[in-house]
């Protein structure tokens, strides 16, 4: 029978951890108390950098579009991948080590790669408006990262391509594990594709969904390079999320206390989202 683990066990672990995470993040909060430039001395003023979070339209908007940016990143990602999983996995596709590499490309290449190749997708004269003339839609071309309306959701499909590959491998290797019993017991008992889904295969993937949900959420609200190789905020601030305002009052404005706020603010955020999302998925097993 083992015994408790000493204290001392673990703490050349927690000391690295302190040093690396807890003081920066200690130090962004006692700088976000203070009006400074970076430069030239600090004032203290308290909160009011936080009532500025809360109260200035611009950065309530960046917040709004990372919301949005959660329903690409996590959301249809989700959606695609159970489906795409279940047919993977029940149809007993050959090469499936194969295709799983494939799907996972896009976690493994630097993220400003991927931006910098979907820039390229999205100009004027890019791929994708030269495919749309090729079969006669001409009236749906657009400047796709150029458009008020439209810039956002073309950002948000960048991350959807990113993220089904993750999400549709955490799925697959929850399917793998479900006995063929219970749908062979399913499909006597009368069940159909659709009812053997909801009933057997998404309840029992409830754990790699949470983690799914968990890791793409945490991307969805951190991501900067992917906004700022592509858009750069705009047009406009149509694009701006939390880290992009981060990097642009810090180095742009000159607003550090600003900036630090505002990480100390989408830290607690991303922290609370992602907490509320392991305890539903605790709950519901």
């Known amino acids: 029978m083992y015994g408790a683990t000493p204290y001392w066990f673990v703490l050349p672990a927690f000391v690295v951890y302190a040093i690396f995470l807890l003081y920066p993040l200690g130090k962004a909060v006692q700088i976000s108390l203070y009006e400074w430039d970076g430069l030239t001395l600090a004032t203290f003023v308290g909160l009011a ?69 979907w820039r390229q997708i999205y100009a004027p004269d890019g791929h994708l408006n030269t495919l749309l003339r090729a079969v006669g839609l001409d009236a749906l071309t657009r400047t796709w990262l150029g458009d008020f309306t439209l810039t956002l959701p073309a950002v948000g499909l960048i991350g959807t391509w990113v993220s089904t590959g993750l999400v549709t ?74 880290s992009f305002e981060v990097y642009r009052r810090a180095f742009e404005l000159g607003q550090v206390g600003s900036a630090a706020a505002v990480a100390v603010v989408l830290t607690v955020l991303i922290f609370g989202v992602n907490l509320a999302v392991n305890r539903i998925g605790e709950r519901e097993r």
Not at 66 to 84: H, Q
Not at 170 to 197: C, H, I, K, N
């Open 49 to 117: 950098n936080y009532a500025e979070v809360l109260t200035d339209g611009a950065l309530r908007a960046a917040f709004g579009h990372a919301a949005v940016l959660i329903f690409f990143f996590s959301v249809l990602p989700l959606g695609i991948g159970l489906v795409l999983a279940a047919l993977l996995v029940r149809a007993r596709v050959r090469g499936l080590a194969f295709f799983r590499t494939v799907v996972f490309l896009p976690q493994v290449i630097a993220m400003v790669v991927v931006a910098v190749a």
């Open 169 to 242: 491998v955490l799925l697959m290797s929850g399917m793998t594990r479900v006995p063929t019993e219970l749908y062979e017991a399913a499909r006597l008992d009368g069940a159909g594709p659709v009812r053997t889904f909801l009933a057997i295969t998404v309840p029992s993937v409830r754990a790699e969904v949470v983690v799914a949900l968990t890791l793409t959420i945490v991307a969805a609200l951190k991501t900067f390079d992917l906004v700022y190789v592509t858009t750069g905020g705009g047009p406009g601030s149509t694009t701006t999320v939390p």
